[in-house]
């Protein structure tokens, strides 16, 4: 999965609220979950590589996984983010 381009297409569609980059990538990454562009089981980019591919600071791409994994959207363990089977 590109998430480059993803995120990319999202943002170009929603630059105009003003977001920050956590909120936008935390949206993006939702929306995506939500009309199946990221299916269930689909393991997320590692937080590293998906930071340096998106010119982000790592926090900014932990923040937009936590807020996934607290609503309900992804799991997470040692291995990594995955979009969890049964999405809100």
């Known amino acids: 999965m590109d998430f480059a381009l993803l995120i990319?297409?999202?943002a170009a569609q929603n630059r105009h609220r003003g977001w920050p980059r956590q909120r936008l990538l935390h949206e993006?990454?939702?929306a995506a979950i939500r009309n199946g562009t990221?299916?269930?089981g689909t393991r997320?980019?590692?937080s590293r590589a998906l930071a340096e591919e998106?010119?982000?600071a790592r926090n900014t791409v932990l923040y937009a996984y936590e807020q996934?994994?607290?609503e309900g959207f992804v799991t997470t363990d040692r291995r990594g983010t995955v979009v969890a089977a049964v999405a809100p």
């Open 28 to 30: 993006c990454l939702r």
């Open 8 to 10: 990319d297409g999202y």
């Open 38 to 40: 990221l299916a269930a």
């Open 54 to 56: 998106l010119g982000l």
């Open 44 to 46: 997320l980019a590692a």
């Open 68 to 70: 996934l994994a607290s």
